[in-house]
């Protein structure tokens, strides 16, 4: 069974955005960003992979994307239709009448997509991007947690998770550190 993978950057104050959605405040140094190219690169968007010589580089760890509205409106903005065109990717949303590009598909019911998502067969996983109401409603559902820890105060914006208190266990398994002073912990759900 496919696993729901909350791959996801925060601040020390657990914020993944700022209050305008905003996520260039995380200080990337090279020996992250070689590390994501490396073992993550179907994270990056598709516009931005020719850039960093990812191009018709495979996916290594998921083949299929979960995003909230929030997350998907900064390509919107750029005109960008389809910013993960290299994975599935499904945009969970309540106020869009619809979307233009036939390789997104618009979804309502973010629980029911992903049990759906995570029964399929399949070697890779379903990485849910982001955001915190999502996150949130997800909870259950959720497997493993990435999450990429910057050291810098946000001060306000998106939480890592924003919904009712809900207390649910996740067992560390890994971590990375890197230059910058960022971290990458792995954690799995608890029992």
Request: hydrophobic letters at 40%; a negative charge; glycine letters at 10%.
């Amino acid at each position: 069974m496919r696993k729901l993978v909350y791959y996801i950057a925060v601040s020390i104050d657990g914020y993944i955005a700022g209050p305008g959605g905003e996520f260039d405040f995380y200080p990337l140094g090279d020996d992250m960003a070689a590390w994501i190219n490396e073992r993550y690169p179907e994270t990056l968007p598709t516009h931005v992979r020719a850039h960093v010589g990812l191009e018709g580089v495979p996916n290594k760890r998921f083949d299929t994307l979960v995003m909230g509205l929030g997350t998907y409106l900064p390509a919107l903005d750029i005109n960008v239709t389809s910013p993960y065109a290299h994975v599935r990717q499904y945009v969970v949303s309540t106020t869009l009448d619809e979307i233009a590009d036939p390789s997104v598909e618009l979804v309502r019911d973010p629980v029911g997509i992903v049990r759906e998502l995570k029964a399929e067969d399949g070697e890779m996983d379903v990485w849910l991007c982001g955001g915190g109401k999502l996150a949130a409603a997800l909870l259950p559902e959720i497997d493993e947690l990435i999450v990429k820890s910057y050291p810098v105060v946000a001060g306000t914006g998106v939480p890592v998770f924003s919904g009712e208190f809900r207390p649910t266990l996740f067992t560390p398994t890994q971590r990375e550190s890197f230059g910058n002073g960022a971290q990458v912990t792995w954690f799995t759900r608890g029992s």
